[in-house]
């Protein structure tokens, strides 16, 4: 499979943990992204990188949390000192940028979820 | 402020049976139009991308169409089937707009029934 992949599919960890998650992009992606839903709810931005560089960050992404892409293939987000409103899905994509329009399909893993305790 | 919503919330229809789900937005300035379907502990699957100038594409029994004058986006399902019960999301891009501007909507979770 080829496809996004995401580890681990579940973590539970208990308040004031620290956490990461990693993610491989289809290969020849340049772009990655992070998002996190919960229940009920579409996803929502945190952050995306183009190749190793990350290009922008919501208000969403608090200073307890991190994201990486070193080499500009796999990412890893990092959250330090959790909370229980942390408890959710956090979905990575990837996607092909070859510059204009925005137009390529973002491809999604099947996400992280994350349980505190 | 740019919003998604889409209706109905949830939906319970019979396996064979056709049904139309729904999309309004106030994205602006509009770039493109997307429906994903996301089953249960999966991530979202993309089904179409619309831009301005398209009214209609299809992807196999998944039909969407796209009126950018009333800012509204139907996904029309035919022939449904077991495996099409998932929750159904409508997300749109403003042009111009960064990464971020990808507006979601909270989706319709729809339910095919024997």
């Known amino acids: 499979d080829t496809g996004v992949s995401q580890d681990p599919r579940h973590k539970i960890t208990k308040r004031g943990q620290n956490v990461t998650f990693r993610c491989d992009p289809i290969?020849?992606?340049?772009?990655l992204y992070w998002y996190r839903q919960t229940l009920g709810q579409g996803p929502e931005f945190l952050t995306y990188f183009q190749n190793e560089a990350q290009l922008e960050k919501s208000r969403l992404l608090s200073d307890r949390f991190s994201a990486e892409r070193p080499k500009g293939s796999f990412s890893t987000l990092e959250i330090q000192r959790t909370e229980q409103g942390d408890s959710a899905m956090y979905l990575c994509a990837s996607s092909l940028w070859a510059g204009g329009s925005s137009n390529q399909p973002q491809h999604f893993g099947d996400g992280t979820r994350l349980s505190i305790l | 402020k740019n919003q998604v919503e889409q209706s109905p919330q949830s939906l319970i229809i019979l396996e064979g049976k056709n049904c139309t789900l729904q999309?309004?937005?106030?994205?602006?300035?509009?770039?493109?139009l997307r429906w994903y379907k996301q089953d249960t502990g999966r991530g979202p699957v993309s089904l179409t991308i619309?831009?301005?100038?398209?009214n209609t594409k299809s992807n196999g029994r998944y039909t969407a169409t796209l009126d950018a004058d009333t800012k509204q986006s139907s996904l029309h399902i035919t022939a449904s089937q077991l495996s099409d019960s998932a929750s159904y999301i409508c997300v749109v891009s403003a042009r111009g707009g960064s990464q971020g501007n990808l507006i979601f909507g909270k989706g319709t979770k729809l339910s095919v029934k024997p």
């Open positions: 619309m831009t301005f100038s398209e």
């Open positions: 290969s020849e992606h340049n772009r």
């Open positions: 999309c309004n937005y106030t994205v602006s300035p509009f770039s493109n």
